[in-house]
């Protein structure tokens, strides 16, 4: 299955124009990456949809799983399939901010002048892996801010636009903690979506063995490119949704604050702070992407519930006590899902 859309985007690039995408083309689309995925990556559906959902709500996402789960394969396979320029950054303690965004370089040139040259880092890409983000010092991770929220990336007084699409995946490992360096909740916020990499069940645990230690090796066609993802993204965002389910996102965002008159009991007792406004962009985006993928023209509230969880679970911060009973933020939205009515 190979996307409709790849030849009309040659045909439009040859002509300097922008390619065009409909509803039924972006669902088919869709489908397209994921098969595609799907030929290097067992099972794993649910985090294959949610990193599209981020992609095409023109988000970053952050992988939490154990380590050998193939985040940072799923993110290289994506890479391959959607055609876009790609890099991987190994973050280590002793990376540096400039081993990130490059650095001003003396230069010679022909006349044997000195001159200064600006030397771009790996963040000038389409699609940039920070791989284990956690292990590197909060100085290296806040490279990242100014990219992940502004699309550009100022060195020296001078700012350099970043090319669209871009989009940082960064993958952590909640289970070793030594070394390691906790996203401060400035950069947390500034992700899309946390999306969780489960571990892969029984029969996929074949699948996987089968694959893996063969003499065959799957390789992914190349279904869409960086122009044809910037056509979804506008599409996204010209999905209509009522008024009524964007006061009801916004309801379920303020119910996860505690001082707020409609915060369920749950959170009052073990929040400290709630979701930030970004959380409800990123509910609403994902909501109207999902929309699109089912072939629906409006938003639906069982949209806005399903983007919740991986839109707002890394940006509620718990109160001591809720660390200490061991609460999650994913059990907390539940019940908020569960007590906020829809209006």
Known sequence: MTSPYLEQEYQANTKGVEPQITVDGF??????????????????????????????GGGNALLEGAPGLGKTMLVQTLADVIHCGFSRIQFTPDLMPADIVGTTMIAVDENNQ????????????????????????PKTQSALLEAMQERKVTVAKTTYPLEQPFFVLATQNPIEMEGTYPLPEAQLDRFFFQIQVDFPNHNELIEIANRTTGADESRPATVASGATIVAMQRLVRQVPIASHLTAYAVSLLEATHPQQSSAPDYVRRFVRYGASPRGLQAMILAAKTLALIDNRHNVDHRDVQAAMLP?????????????????????????????????
């Open 27 to 56: 669902r088919q689309t869709v489908a397209a990456i994921e098969q595609e995925v799907a030929k290097v990556i067992v099972g794993q559906q649910t985090l294959v949809r949610q990193l599209l959902l981020t992609l095409l």
């Open 114 to 137: 000195r001159f200064f040259r600006f030397e771009p880092g790996p963040i000038f890409a389409n699609i940039v892996l920070a791989d284990e983000i956690n292990r590197a010092t």
């Open 311 to 343: 839109a707002l679970r890394h940006r509620l911060i718990l109160n001591f006590e809720g660390q200490a009973e061991g609460i999650t933020a994913d059990e907390i939205l539940r019940q908020v899902i569960q007590r906020v009515a829809l209006t």
